[in-house]
């Protein structure tokens, strides 16, 4: 049985764009409904932590979009580097394709 490698850029791309879409997801829920819903949305998620103090709320619209970037060169190489590792895991090298 052959295993197939993960493309190291296909892999990146994913993870990244899936990153950039959530953290755009969580600023339209900033925008759209009250700051108490938000903090108990995200208390929830984090099982019960009080983010309310750590929340920003005056943030400026280029600094969000500035955020959606940098989520996603992370991502990017978050999932550039699970896929090196899979292939290398394989004994296979990582590919670029």
Known sequence: MTTKTLSVHRTGFALGASLAVL?????????????ESVVQFANSILHGIDVDPIMRWNMPLWEACLGVIEIFIL?????????????????NPPNSG
Request: glycine content about 16%; proline content about 0%; hydrophobic content about 50%.
């Open 23 to 35: 953290y755009a997801g969580c600023m339209i829920l900033m925008l759209s409904v009250s700051r």
């Open 75 to 91: 991502g990017w190489f978050f999932g550039a580097l699970f896929s090196s590792l899979y292939n290398y895991g394989l004994g």
